[in-house]
């Protein structure tokens, strides 16, 4: 991999951590630090993420937002069109790609369930929308903790874009 490259997954990886702690919605962090890294921009599909962060609306129970975002992102850039969307096979590529970012993810945690993804990570999970959850998850160390993890995803991510045909701007 060129140093350009490099350069690329590491600012990926940086940013997504950044976001995360100063920003925070995991989702929307993945996007943005992927987006970023990549020199792209598109404000629909970062704003359509708004409501994944913590395993769909803060519950935990779903797939970890920064993994849902960066998928979206694999989308955005490899997906179907609409033009093609009675085309079955058309979303190939895209469903390839973000099955090896699952796999990638799976193989580092365990799991892409976010409650079970803390749990991995920090013995346990919060529950965001108890009275006291947010605070409590914060105490414990949540923010840094899923930083690292947005930040990994993002690298993971932009690593897949970069290696599949993403061309950057000079």
Known sequence: ???AKEDILLKAEELGKKYEQTCTGCAQTAIAAIFEALGIWNGDVFKSASGLADGLGLTGDGSCGA???ASMVIGYLFGREKQDF???YKPMKSYKLVKELH???VANYGTCRCHDVQKATMGRSF???ASDGMKEAIKSGMLQNCSAIVGDVAKMATEIILENGFTLRE
């Open 103 to 105: 796999e990638n993810y």
């Open 127 to 129: 529950d965001l929308w």
């Open 86 to 88: 009675k085309d079955m």
């Open 67 to 69: 993994l849902v975002g």
């Open 1 to 3: 991999m060129t140093n």
